[in-house]
């Protein structure tokens, strides 16, 4: 048997470590996406290769797991449907099965880009509901990673921004983030793998004017400032900032633990007041808790002492998590809602409703917070005043999860 390929053995060896960790039974699948770029056809071949040996060793030849595909057709750009016809053919002559070719309707709400990854992900979530897949493998690479953290700074974003794309999110797995974007399209070489560059991801000539117009974001961030920083900070510029994200997830999911944990510990002190309270005012009559939102009662309410005492980085990550509970969307709800209702905590001077996005509100009154949701959105939970706080404490973390993921690229 010949020598493997570096490139080939990097890829091989990522996909093995993260099945390994996934731990799946015999004979689960496991479905890759791939848009037939170099990245996610260099991890198809990857998981064809590994899927038959997970759990096999001298003693058990009876393990392995299927490896399948789903293939995502935008409709974005002409021809896309021959590209993604292309690709589910290219992981079916690598041995995947199932292969899933889903269309889908990208609008335009949040921008192009945004409104693409829900529909990419819509369709990834009906292919596990299809298939009952046990994983999804992503191929996003430790490049990818280096551009969200930059993105985030570049934005201003807090510590889970920069903490860029999670190896792992619920059935979601990314083996490849210790991966650089050069091995991957060295394995397909190495393999002998066609592959397709997205016309998206490649920076056009500079017109005589400058800057060339219309270009992503993120395509500008991966042809001129990651090569900078490489030449001026040296070749291991790109591996510090991955670095740098791993470090931060693990001390933005230390502090959303806390902010959950302060969520519920404040909503079961509220829940508790009774008679005079911080504000000097005595416990409100039936009805009095809804002004805010057209009548209807409160979704969440939370104790104001206990906010006021917990440091600035727990309570105004409890106060994000707390919006986003009664409806705020997570992409709309920035610093600017925050500090507002951290104002209605540590900066009482009587203000009134504070309202945040898709028509939430809040207000204070009687010593307590009140998060209303807006007309047309429900909470994301029933009522948390009058839920434990064991059950809070359990689903909050769901929800810091969830939340932590707001990229075009997760």
Sequence with gaps: MGAVDPAVAAVRSAVRRDLAALGPAPGDLVLVACSGGSDSSALAAALAHEAPRVGRSVRSRAAGVRAGAVVVDHGLQAGSGAVAA???????????????????????EG??????????????????????????????????????????????????????????RGHYRRPLLDVSR?????????????????????????????????????????????????????????????????????????????????VARAAAAAAGVRGQDADGVGEPSSGACGGASGGSGPALVLDVALLGRAPSAV??????????????????????????????????????????????????????????????????????SSTSSSTFSSTSSSTSRRTSSHTPEE
Excluded: K
């Design 86 to 108: 292309a690709a589910a053919e290219r992981c079916r002559a690598l041995g995947l099965d199932p292969v899933l070719v889903r269309r889908v309707a990208v609008g335009r």
């Design 111 to 168: 921008g192009v880009e945004a409104a693409a990854r829900t529909a990419r992900y819509a369709a990834f979530e009906e292919a596990v509901a299809a298939t009952g897949a046990a994983a999804v493998l992503l191929g996003h690479t430790r490049d990818d990673q280096a551009e969200q953290v930059l993105l985030g700074l570049g934005r201003g974003s807090g510590a889970r921004s920069l903490a860029g794309m999670p190896r792992v």
């Design 182 to 262: 050069a091995e991957t399209r060295a394995a397909c070489a190495a393999e002998r793998l066609v592959w397709w560059d997205d016309p998206t991801n490649a920076l056009p000539a500079v017109p005589a004017s400058g800057t060339p117009s219309g270009v992503p974001l993120r395509t500008r961030v991966r042809h001129e400032v990651l090569p900078l920083l490489e030449e001026v900070l040296g070749p291991g510029a790109v591996r510090a900032l991955a670095r740098s994200a791993d470090q931060l997830r693990a001390d933005a999911d230390a502090l959303d633990a806390l902010a959950a944990d302060l």
């Design 315 to 384: 309570r105004r990550r409890a106060l994000r998590l707390a919006a986003l509970d009664v409806g705020a969307p997570a992409g709309a709800t920035g610093s600017r809602h925050v500090d507002a209702l951290d104002a209605l905590v540590v900066g009482w001077r009587g203000q009134g409703v504070t309202f945040l996005p898709s028509g939430a509100s809040a207000h204070r009154a009687y010593g307590r917070l009140f998060l209303h949701p807006g007309p047309d959105g429900a909470p994301s939970r029933q009522t948390l």
